[in-house]
């Protein structure tokens, strides 16, 4: 009587000591490359701040996550501070990089800046965030629909919608939520201004 071995099955240890120790690097190399892509173009990535108009809440290197979900199930509120790509008119002035700011406008409010206070519907801000009172007048103007006005915390050294104009929701990448460097500073991001 003749035997006939069984082959080698597929889950057998020695199936596993078979496959080419490259090919399974590469599989996991592959599957780590999809899953980082994955999430940094739907879940969240890191930013850098190159700039100190955000000052004093965020400094010149600072390192932050932005969520790039929530603003599929909620909108935007006032006192965010989100990353956007440049408007039409930003492209227009060759400016390509993300922007960095905080929300102060919301869609279909009166904004106005006068006396050193932004005033939101005829109501001023209480805003404990910012660097110094801003020394300049804007406005008043009204948000368009689907569209947000962003000012930096460093009122008098940023380049924002005071200057450029409205932010539309489209443009918006995410909202910055936690500082993970430098680490005496690690933490959330805070500050929502008050009537």
């Known amino acids: ?39 940094r173009t739907f879940v969240a990535e890191a930013r ?23 603003y599929h199930f909620q909108n935007p509120q006032r006192g965010d501070i989100i990353v956007f790509n440049p408007t039409a008119r930003l492209e227009a002035l060759n400016f390509h990089d993300a922007f960095i700011k905080r929300i102060i406008g919301l869609p279909g409010e009166t904004i106005q800046v006068k006396g050193g206070r932004v005033y ?46 409205f932010v539309p929701r489209q443009n918006i990448i995410g909202r910055a939520v936690v500082r993970f460097w430098p680490p005496n500073r690690l933490g959330g991001l805070g500050g929502h201004p008050t009537y």
Do not use: C
């Open 48 to 70: 850098y701040i190159p700039s100190g108009s955000m000052l004093p809440t965020l400094e010149i290197n600072d390192r932050l996550i932005v969520d790039k979900m929530s």
């Open 120 to 165: 939101v519907n005829n109501q001023p801000l209480r805003e404990a965030y910012i660097a110094d009172l801003p020394q300049y007048d804007y406005g008043p103007v009204t948000v368009p629909l689907n569209s947000y006005l962003v000012l930096g915390d460093n009122r008098n050294n940023s380049y924002d919608s005071h200057y450029w104009g």
């Open 1 to 39: 009587m003749t035997r006939v071995q069984n082959p080698v099955s597929e889950n057998s240890p020695q199936a596993a000591q078979s496959e080419n120790p490259w090919l399974e690097a590469l599989k996991t190399l592959g599957l780590s490359a999809i899953l980082a892509f994955g999430i």
